[in-house]
């Protein structure tokens, strides 16, 4: 499968050989896929060993400190209207705060908690336990989901409801252990997986192994950084002088690529200050663990084991994972590039930020047709309302659409 990103081919299912591949117009990376689920993850890099000699005790978050606070509950709710003995499919579980509300809100539900991991799982195991035969753990990537289904006896079209919630959880990124957040220093690990995969390589990898133009290309198709050769210059010379294995150590190179003024000049969407480092972390997350690839695969097992009337919501929080969910629901080829017209691609070079933002509207309008699958709930996506936001910033860049199978 190869995904178009910003008119970049990026095939990311090439064999893993214990180094990074390079092509002339695309990067690609893949993990060695293991039978069974391992201890540790051993390095396919001597640089870096922090990301690796850390055992399973990623827990230092406790299920019951309430870890992520779930975004657009009230919208997701409303429209998977689960009914009493259904059957749902929660393909993102994270800390359980959709799970746990439709358990709550509903009767008799009979939940499918999928995560890739596994402090997930964990936490999926003690609502199980809460909720005796009602909740099913699955351990277990997008792309795996299809034979765990059948290794379960689940059947093609047997789900009533799915939800999925892509991107990285507040779970992860407020354990600094798991080396998600910048703000919080720890190894420079980015493995959804945690521990599990023997031979994965960890963001400290990536950053040590990938060539400048590679590292560059990563920074530009998943971070969609506008700075991104100066980003991956420093980030050459830096290594060049010294092991780059921990988050803080990598923000701190970003930043001196950069004047002191320009540190935090960026805004998010609440006009807070942004670190500029904080769309080199993303791209990094995503290439590591091939996120966009993996949504790809989750989507379509969510297609082909919904119902004819099952509804699947779709969260996403950024601009990559957002047009492949609507480009998915529309059912267009997700192989090819985008369609765009001359007046966007025009514009694409003028005002590429400003483009994306006013596109998504003009795209809503513009695109009524459905899928031969799928037939659209509603005609924008949703947003989150300013109360949410307050109470919940995390979720201020969250995006809901939702589709009834045909």
């Known amino acids: 499968m190869t995904l ?41 890099s001597p640089f870096t060993p922090d990301c690796h000699s850390r055992s399973t005790k990623h827990s230092s978050l406790q299920a019951d400190q309430e870890p992520h606070t779930p975004v657009l509950l009230k919208e997701v709710l409303q429209y998977m209207d689960i009914k009493p003995g259904q059957v749902v499919l929660d393909m993102t579980f994270g800390a359980g705060g959709h799970s746990k509300a439709i358990l709550r809100s509903v009767p008799g539900v009979n939940l499918l908690a999928v995560d890739r991991d596994p402090v997930a799982f964990g936490f999926a195991h003690q609502l199980a336990e809460e909720y005796p035969g009602q909740v099913k753990p699955v351990l277990g990537r997008f792309s795996e989901l299809k034979d765990l289904f059948i290794e379960l006896g689940l059947g093609n079209r047997s789900v009533d409801a799915a939800l999925l919630d892509a991107g990285c959880s507040s779970m992860q990124m407020d354990m600094a252990e798991r080396g998600f957040s910048l703000s919080k ?73 950069f004047p002191a003024s320009a540190l935090y000049a960026r805004r998010d969407r609440l006009q807070r200050p942004s670190h500029v480092a904080t769309k080199t972390f993303q791209a990094l997350r995503i290439f590591v663990n091939d996120e966009l690839n993996e949504l790809v695969a989750g989507l379509q097992t969510a297609q082909d084991f919904l119902r004819p009337g099952g509804c699947l919501c779709i969260l996403t929080f950024h601009s990559l994972e957002d047009r492949i969910a609507k480009r998915f629901l529309r059912g267009e080829d ?73």
């Open 185 to 257: 220093d720890g190894p420079l690990d980015m493995r959804m997986d945690g521990d599990r995969y023997p031979g994965m390589p960890c963001a400290a990898d990536a950053v040590s192994a990938l060539d400048q133009r590679a590292l560059a290309c990563v920074l530009a198709a998943y971070g969609e950084e506008q700075h991104a050769k100066k980003i991956a210059a420093a980030i050459v010379q830096a290594r060049s002088l010294y092991p780059i294995s921990r988050t803080q150590q990598l923000a701190s190179i970003v930043a001196g690529a």
């Open 4 to 44: 178009f990103c910003r008119g970049l081919l990026l095939p990311m299912r090439l064999a893993y050989r214990g180094k990074w591949s390079v092509h002339k117009h695309a990067f690609s990376c893949c993990w060695r896929k293991p039978k069974q689920p391992q201890r540790f993850c051993s390095s396919s």
């Open 334 to 406: 997700l192989s090819a590039p985008p369609s765009r017209s001359v007046r966007q691609r025009a514009r694409a070079h003028l005002h590429r930020k400003l483009e994306e933002e006013q596109d998504e509207d003009a795209e809503e309008e513009e695109g009524d047709g459905d899928s031969v699958h799928w037939v659209r709930l509603q005609r924008k996506v949703v947003l989150p309302s300013k109360e949410e936001i307050e109470k919940n910033p995390r979720g201020r860049s969250a995006k809901l659409r939702a589709a009834v199978r045909r």
